[in-house]
């Protein structure tokens, strides 16, 4: 009997190349994206009485609290913004940004009991946190647009304007830096759990590093390339820019975290691939 | 029939020890030779997976040079020892660890019930994680919904389907999550120990699902268990693992007595021989050894239910006129009593013995016991009361079932015994 190479539909190999993104396989696992998806955003309210009022809550009480301790009690400026509104559109921005990387970070190791049992695309995972982290993103955003017509209507000094085009972009790129370093890291803790630890402080500092608590332009200069360095730091700055007109936009802080984006997703791809085949002999 | 599933060279090596810092400096150097074109350094280390050794290198093939092929529809039991390979390979064919050397080409979707219930989140009801869970084994949306209510049945926790099932009992939840793998439909099925899963009622269910599912001819089934009445009953063919390689391979029934013919390296159990100089007894009378033997005169460490054995013990008489008598007794494994039997029918009962060597033999009928361990004591006694030794539980006699007696029914047989009762229905009006 003899079979032409091929008639087989799945040939399992040691090695596969850098760059195989298995894409459609991806999409034919699609429904399990979309179960994770639910899963992760139902699951978390379940047994809880407010529910999904609890995206509300959080953000809400964050931004109260950040404004009474930097705003009024640090008294660091906010570029003459209300400072309700300059913390929240920063908070918003970060806390998709971290929730996203803290989750995928934990891919690997979080999920090696199901990883041991069941193939699927493993990028699925992340794929997952990336897009429930965005409909509870969705929910703040919400929120956030609220405060801003409240801020509007009472005559405050904000308004909108046509960078908002801009929005969807930051929100893509926010993703996609927080997935691709998220793989990286989730990728090395499976050999050395050491970046476990260095994540959950890490994340927490490099907000202090980006602009969420002060605009671009209360940066001292020998400070100023550090900070601009975080690539979140751009995002934010534009995105007030375009919702608030507050702080100054230059088309670097669109180009810089863009590339930022691609490279290291490229790179978290490739460590992904590579280790997704053998981490379970070293988990 | 075509061959769907092709496996050239696989094997699998792992490290031993822990992942530390000496780690880094084989990742580096494995680095470092790759960067220059060079093999794996480590890929020619490593020794034959017998965990009983100690070893020398760091390395060990969990599986070495597998090469076998699997054909539409047939049902392959793959057995061995613990530790032979077996979950390994299931692991690699399913996808879920990746060969070190190899391939395996494969025709068709392979679904592996490795484990069932993987992903079940506590939070959610019945429903939602048949909807998760059947996605994580790889179904559609569409699919699943198309047989919701057959698994739901199937499953038969209808009443709790929408109750998360944090609040399901562990049986509930193993039904529910086995009835969504059961309604998989991939081309090429690997089940690893399903009957351990569930009661008796339920492991008929998923065993007639299995049969149900190679019928069709289409599909293929790769089985793995250490319960052999269950691979003998559903596989026509057998790979038989050792040590991380293909030791043997063909007709389920060779394999099988193959399988339980292996037995070096255990300790043999079945057999007690004593040197000169160390032997049980008085002065008048030593043990030199006590064994099991079939009908056939083998000394096998494990019988089949069906078949006499017999209990041989071998001693010396060093002086003129001992009169001795035997006694055995059996006890189960949880240290049961289940009988005793002493010598009273032996014509050499408490009949003068000349100087010499003699055989004392002990015969357990067929279909006696049930499928377990046994332990056996011997009580030698001279002069009708003296007791010259007690060898407490000296021997153990093992039973397993070739399946021939059960019907069609898979599950556990509980008890010690299992003798034949007669049954007889009659109709009486």
Known sequence: MKEKEEDWSLVIEPKSSLFDLQLKEVWRYRDLLQMFVTRDFIAVYKQTILGPIWFFLQPLFTTITFTIVFGNIAGISTGGVPPLLFYMAGITCWNYFAACLTATSNTFVGNANIFGKVYFPRVITPLAIVVSNMLKFGVQFVLFLLLLSYYIFTGADVQPNAYLLLVPLLVVLMAIIAMGFGMLISAMTTRYRDLQFLIGFGVQLAMYASTVIYPVSGIPEKYKTFIMANPMSSIIEVFRFAFLSSGSFQWMYVIYPTVFAVVIFILGMIVFNKVEKTFLDTV | ?429
């Open chain 2, 1 to 429: 029939m075509s061959t769907v599933i092709k496996v050239e060279n696989l094997s699998k090596q792992y490290r031993l020890g822990e992942v530390g810092s000496g780690t880094i400096s084989h990742d580096l150097n494995r680095w470092w030779h790759k960067l220059r074109g060079k093999e794996d350094p480590y890929i020619k280390l490593g020794e034959v997976n017998d965990r009983t050794i100690k070893g020398t290198s760091d390395y060990v093939w969990a599986l070495r040079d597998i090469n076998f092929e699997v054909k539409q529809g047939e049902l392959l039991g793959i057995i061995g020892k613990n530790g032979a390979g077996k979950s390994t390979l299931l692991k690699l064919l399913s996808r879920v660890a990746s060969p070190t050397l190899g391939t395996i080409k494969a025709k068709g979707r392979i679904a592996s019930l490795l484990e069932v219930g993987t992903g079940f989140n506590d939070q959610l009801t019945g429903r939602e994680n048949v909807f998760l869970n059947g996605a994580i084994l790889g179904m559609t949306k569409a699919e699943i919904r198309s047989k919701l209510d057959e698994i739901i049945a199937f499953s038969g926790t209808e009443r709790y389907i929408d109750t998360p099932v944090k609040r399901y009992s562990s049986g509930m939840r193993v039904r529910l999550a086995f009835a969504v793998a059961a309604h998989l439909e991939p081309e090429i099925l690997i089940v690893d120990e399903v009957l351990a899963v569930g009661d008796a009622e339920f492991q008929k269910k998923a065993i007639g699902k299995m049969q149900d599912v190679s019928k069709g001819g289409n599909r293929t089934v790769l089985f793995v268990s250490h319960n052999m009445a269950a691979i003998q009953a559903l596989c026509s063919r057998a790979i038989l693992l050792k040590n991380g390689s293909v030791w043997n391979q063909g007709n389920v029934k060779d394999m099988i007595s193959y399988y339980l013919a292996d037995n070096d390296g255990a300790e043999r159990k079945s057999y007690m021989h004593w040197k000169e100089g160390s032997r049980p007894g008085g002065e008048s009378i030593e043990i030199i050894s006590i064994h099991l033997e079939d009908s056939h005169s083998n000394n096998n460490e494990e019988f089949y239910l069906d078949e006499e054995v017999y209990i041989k013990i071998r001693f010396k008489s060093k002086s003129e006129g001992a009169r001795i008598n035997y006694s055995i007794s059996i006890y189960g494994k949880g240290e049961e009593y289940i009988l005793a039997s002493p010598s009273i029918n032996d014509p050499y009962y408490r009949i003068p013995l000349e100087e010499g060597i003699y055989e004392s033999c002990c015969v357990i009928p067929a279909n006696l016991f049930n499928e377990g361990d046994f332990n056996i004591s011997v009580l030698l006694v001279n002069n009708v009361n003296r007791v010259i030794c007690h060898l407490e539980k000296i021997i153990t006699l093992s039973y397993i079932d070739n399946g021939k007696k059960r019907g069609n029914y898979f599950g556990t047989w509980n008890g010690l015994i299992r003798p034949e009762l007669c049954w007889n229905t009659k109709k009486v009006e």
